[in-house]
């Protein structure tokens, strides 16, 4: 039977700490760390996300400067507006809520954030620095399952780690933490033959595919760490819609170790990563030590 990887309690422990650490921040710099998250469009997986992150950067004292564009804003009015708040000096994190609507070019977009304001850390110059081993803002979502583990001290260290998903959002920049934690790492994505076979040599495996319950037990060594990223909503045969990860979790659950649950797990990890993140750039803007 595997013991929980209690995401959600960790990321409790962690806002409470950031929320002592902002106040007295604050104190010293004469005003909170800001955070602008920018939202196109009505999409409502998006527009709780983000009510999620708005939510959260309260909590901690981190002010809102969020915005919410109509579907049909056009690429240059919101390069616009990236620009003025990278000028904005209360404002220390940007970040884009994806995805955006079709006309738009989410990566054109992106690029525009200046790089210490990158609150999301998928400029390319922040991808660069995690290549690199260089200090920087790290995605958050990759950066919450480090977080997490390192909680729980599951030491990545020489052990086989087998990331299913290769996004620039959460497969390829977790695959490189990984590696800078010691452990070996393999990457496995759609085309990957065999996947069970490749799965099934993970002592940490971690999903981040999108697929609801893709992995089984047939497809996870007896102990193994499994991390599961997605988020998946399915309708079940009631009519009611419910969440779930990439990770059949019942059946999963006698042959892991360690074991994520969906929700309560990467999820709000991830929320406080970019907190942790936003607080990060404020120490950084204002040569504040933490
Ligand atoms: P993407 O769609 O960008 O990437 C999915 C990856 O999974 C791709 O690399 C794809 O391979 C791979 N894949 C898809 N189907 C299969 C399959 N059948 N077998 C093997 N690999 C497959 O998704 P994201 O990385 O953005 O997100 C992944 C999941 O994580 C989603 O459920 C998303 O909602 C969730 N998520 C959760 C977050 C959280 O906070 N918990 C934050 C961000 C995302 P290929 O490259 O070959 O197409």
């Given amino acids: 039977m595997a013991d929980l990887l209690d995401g959600k309690a960790l990321a409790t422990r962690l806002q409470l700490e950031l929320s002592e650490q902002v106040k007295t921040l604050a104190m010293r710099a004469g005003r909170p760390p800001g955070l602008a998250v920018l939202m196109v469009g009505d999409n409502p997986a998006s527009a709780a996300y983000v009510r999620g992150k708005e939510t959260a950067c309260s909590r901690v004292g981190i002010a809102s400067y969020g915005k919410h564009f109509p579907t049909d804003t056009s690429q240059a009015e919101l390069k616009q507006v990236i620009q003025s708040l990278n000028q904005d000096d209360r404002v220390d994190g940007i970040l884009v809520q994806l995805p955006l609507p079709d006309h ?3 990566v054109a977009l992106l690029n525009q954030i200046a ?3 990158d609150a999301d850390g998928l400029h390319p110059t922040n991808l ?3 290549v690199r081993g260089e200090p920087g803002l790290r995605s958050c979502t990759p950066a919450g399952v480090m977080r997490l583990l390192a909680d729980y001290q599951l030491d990545p260290k020489g052990q086989h780690a087998v990331v299913i998903g290769r996004s620039i959002l959460v497969g390829k920049p977790l695959a490189l933490m990984l590696l800078e934690a010691n452990a070996t790492v393999t990457i496995a994505h ?5 996947l069970a076979a490749v799965a099934r040599t993970a002592d940490i495996l971690v999903t ?9 037990p047939d497809m996870v060594k007896p102990g193994a760490i499994v991390v599961d990223v997605g988020i998946n ?6 009519g009611k819609s419910q969440l779930v990860g990439d990770v059949d979790f019942e059946a999963v659950y006698p042959v892991a170790s360690w074991i994520t649950p ?6 709000p990890m991830t929320v406080t990563m970019l907190l942790h993140n936003t607080v990060w750039s404020y120490c950084q803007r204002l040569n504040l030590a933490p």
């Fill in 128 to 130: 660069g620095r995690l």
């Fill in 233 to 238: 909503r399915i309708t079940q045969t009631t």
């Fill in 104 to 106: 738009l070019d989410a």
């Fill in 208 to 216: 981040a595919i999108g697929q609801p319950k893709l992995v089984t």
């Fill in 115 to 117: 790089p210490d304001k």
């Fill in 190 to 194: 759609s085309r990957t033959a065999d």
């Fill in 262 to 267: 969906v929700p309560g797990g990467i999820g």
